[in-house]
């Protein structure tokens, strides 16, 4: 058994930048890793995913991108290199290959037990992120057997599905690109809509991103917002990073040949139900874009900046056909696959502490684990800022949690 | 927006606060939060039906409202019947326009939106070869249903299309008629 001051579970942006900010405060700790720095990126996302942030985003405090190509997005295999640098840059004391068996609580300490030896330590950082796990409803067991269910773990690249239709479930940046992809593969794709969040990908001659840093949304801190639970629970921004930058939306989608129908609802025998709410749901999205799109305008008219800007205009609203059906037929339609893109959610099974609710989300305030002393949580969206769980956001979130961090192991000390 | 109303207290009829109230304790004890609604309904004659409404059961127990409701149903004279009320489907609709204007209200009242009136004029397709059993590929219910609200307020269009949107998402009938439902019918 070995004894440190902290634990810090995942070697990812999350626990590469608290490393740093603990080394910085002369705190001993260490990193584990189940695999090597960055191992979601790199095995655990679809091949041709970019990030979906602009390459001068990809960026901690002292350290961030410094290539050629600032407006591009990075590949996962670039982002994974980006990250083992940083790792390195830090000197972060990185053990790649353990993975962690169990957390548990031991008289005013934690005992992390692993499969490389155990481990004895005052506080535990979960820097594991969001995204260990795809989020797949249970009705994904109601379908029949002829039909493969793939979530966003598995999913590879186009050439992995069967020949035949393909039922893409959600529609938040990773259900749109996979879609997009699958029907340009020559599969013909039906996507299933629930509520998203439309976002151009440029606006008035600048990436969304830029907007969203400029006017200080990436910074609006989790104790500003009215219901931070459902803020918590949005999907992701409705983009994707690629040369043309080109928007990814339904009309754009519906443009490829793709059917586009309403939420997925049930299933009866072969026949998939979808909800007649898509034009409810589609409205909503146009009407919070527009807003989005509003406090841009109103930021740049405070500024007096209309002239170093392209002029201000506005989308089409998404186009939803009248006739778009509420009934599917899987066999008669050729569906081989449903990839669910359905978001993720962590993964907790080893995590043995009171800290989960009935629905098994993590109870922190600003990424202090509640009634918890010494544990913390990072990498979580909109954890202490909306930019909690990009890249972007490590650095501050890690520098804050350090700081209550070392205060209470001198309390503790005292 | 008029100036004068700009700083006028906002009343709308809906107590917000009790609202917010209930949602917090709600959360808190999520078996409080299961309801049941019930009617129960006689014949009369032909097609006319009365239902009764009165107790519920939530938070935790049986709810009585010491007074009791009657909604009649029956269909029209085209349908050779003797138009004593409403047909079940309008009073369906009646239920959407209910829901989404108590909706919209109460929304109105937590963005602070003085609402001078919300009219909700709904019409849902029906072709009758579904019912009558004369082409099976026809169902018997809408095939679509389009509601159009004219709404009078201290707000921006915008406001106001995104309160009605608001209103949709919260819905109960909205989510009733636009979602699959499992319905179990027994013979006592």
Not at chain 1, 5 to 11: K, L, M, P, Q
Not at chain 1, 222 to 229: H, L
Not at chain 2, 126 to 154: H, S, T, W, Y
């Amino acid at each position: 058994m070995r004894c440190v001051s902290t634990v810090i579970i995942g070697a990812g942006q999350s626990g590469l930048a608290f490393s740093h900010e603990l080394t910085a405060r002369s705190i001993d700790h260490v990193v584990l890793e189940r695999a090597e720095v960055a191992n979601s990126w790199k095995a655990e996302r679809w091949d041709s995913l970019r990030l979906l942030t602009p390459n001068w985003q990809t960026r901690f405090s002292d350290y961030a991108y410094n290539g050629p190509d600032p407006d591009g997005y990075m590949s996962m295999k670039e982002v994974a290199s980006f990250l083992k640098d940083y790792a390195a840059y830090c000197s972060a004391p990185v053990e790649t290959n353990t993975q962690v068996l169990s957390v548990t609580a031991a008289d005013f300490e934690y005992l992390v037990k692993t499969t490389n030896g155990d481990w004895l330590c005052q506080s535990v950082v979960l820097a594991s992120g969001a995204c260990n796990k795809s989020n797949i409803p249970g009705i994904a067991n109601e379908f029949p057997n002829s039909v493969s269910n793939i979530g966003l773990h598995q999913y590879k690249n186009p050439e992995q599905l069967e020949d035949g239709g393909v039922l893409v479930v959600g529609a938040a940046a990773s259900g749109a690109q996979i879609a997009k992809e699958v029907q340009t593969s020559g599969r013909q794709v039906t996507m299933s809509v629930g509520e998203h969040v439309r976002v151009p990908r440029t606006y008035r001659g600048r990436d969304i991103c830029w907007w969203m840093v400029a006017t200080g949304l990436m910074d609006t801190p989790y104790t500003e917002v009215d219901d931070i639970n459902r803020a918590r629970k949005v999907a992701s921004l409705q983009l994707m990073g690629s040369d043309d930058r080109a928007d990814i939306d339904i009309n754009s989608l519906r443009a490829l040949g793709i059917n586009i129908v309403g939420r997925l609802q049930g299933l009866r025998e072969s026949q998939a139900l979808f909800s007649g709410a898509l034009k409810n749901h589609c409205a909503l999205a146009d009407l919070k874009m527009n807003r989005l799109l509003g406090t841009i305008d109103e930021w740049v008219n405070e500024r007096e900046l209309n002239s170093e800007f392209d002029p201000v205009h506005r989308f089409h609203d998404t186009k939803i056909d009248a006739n778009t059906p509420l009934q599917f037929d899987l066999s008669s339609n050729d569906i081989k696959t449903v990839i669910w893109a359905t978001g993720y959610k962590p993964d907790y099974s080893w995590l043995h502490l009171p800290v989960l609710d009935r629905k098994g989300t993590i109870c922190h305030d600003g990424g202090i684990v509640s009634n918890m002393s010494g544990l913390y949580v990072m990498g979580l969206p909109f954890m202490r800022k909306r930019k909690s769980s990009y890249i972007d956001g490590a650095s501050g979130d890690a520098a804050d949690l350090a700081h209550h961090l070392a205060s209470n192991l001198k309390r503790k000390a005292a | 927006m008029t100036n004068t109303q700009a700083t006028a207290i906002v009343d709308n009829g809906v107590n917000v606060e009790a609202i917010l109230g209930a949602r917090e304790a709600l959360d808190a004890t999520p078996e409080a939060a299961q309801f049941k609604w019930r009617v129960s309904s006689d014949w009369v004659n032909g097609t006319h039906t009365t239902t009764k409404i009165n107790k519920f059961f939530g938070l935790g127990e049986e709810q009585d409202r010491g007074k009791e409701f009657a909604v009649d149903m029956d269909h029209p004279e085209v349908f050779a019947s003797e138009d004593n009320a409403p047909t079940p489907v309008e009073v369906v609709l009646s239920g959407l326009a209910g829901c989404l204007s108590a909706g919209v209200a109460t929304i109105a009242q937590n963005r602070e939106i003085q609402l001078r009136s919300v009219r909700a004029t709904i019409e849902g397709d029906m072709d009758l070869q579904g019912i009558l059993g004369i082409d099976e590929d026809v169902r018997n219910g809408f095939g679509a249903i389009r509601v159009k609200f004219d709404i009078d307020a201290d707000a921006s269009d915008e406001d106001i299309n995104a309160l009605v949107a608001q209103s949709q998402k919260r819905s109960a009938v909205f989510d009733i008629l636009t979602n699959p439902t499992n319905v179990f019918v027994e013979v006592n």
